[in-house]
Nanobody, 124 residues
Framework: QVQLVESGGGSVQSGGSLRLSCAAS????????LGWFRQAPGKEREGIAT????????RYATSVKGRFTLSHDSANNMMNLQMNNLTPEDTATYYC?????????????????WGQGTLVTVSS
């Protein structure tokens, strides 16, 4: 019933853009929040953008604020991440995730369900 499937990853040069999508099952939209996370090789998974489903508010990590934009189309069960002005430091596997109880939606350890991830590679 809980299903998250990411798509849209790929390779791009520094300064370029990519748009990621997360297809979330209808049940998943009953969660408290949805979020985008990323994990670079050798680093911990970090939250970069979250959507609070109680009020529609969106928050961004400092590292991506002003460059990345989270949008959602709940009618079609989609959440997207528009990524602009990419740098090699953005290279990572990107995941969408859901949390079903109240709490931090920026902490990877707090999320309850994950997609399989999509790889983004930014070359200099």
């Amino acid at each position: 019933q809980v299903q998250l499937v990411e798509s849209g990853g790929g390779s791009v040069q520094s300064g370029g853009s990519l748009r990621l999508s997360c297809a979330a099952s209808e049940y998943t939209w009953n969660s408290v929040c949805l979020g985008w996370f990323r994990q670079a090789p050798g680093k911990e998974r970090e939250g970069i953008a979250t959507l609070d489903l109680s009020d529609g508010s969106i928050r961004y990590a400092t590292s991506v604020k002003g460059r990345f934009t989270l949008s959602h189309d709940s009618a079609n069960n989609m959440m997207n991440l528009q990524m602009n002005n990419l740098t090699p430091e953005d290279t990572a596997t990107y995941y969408c995730a859901a949390r079903f109880v109240e709490g931090s939606c920026f902490s990877a350890h707090s999320m309850d369900a994950w997609g399989q991830g999509t790889l983004v590679t930014v070359s200099s």
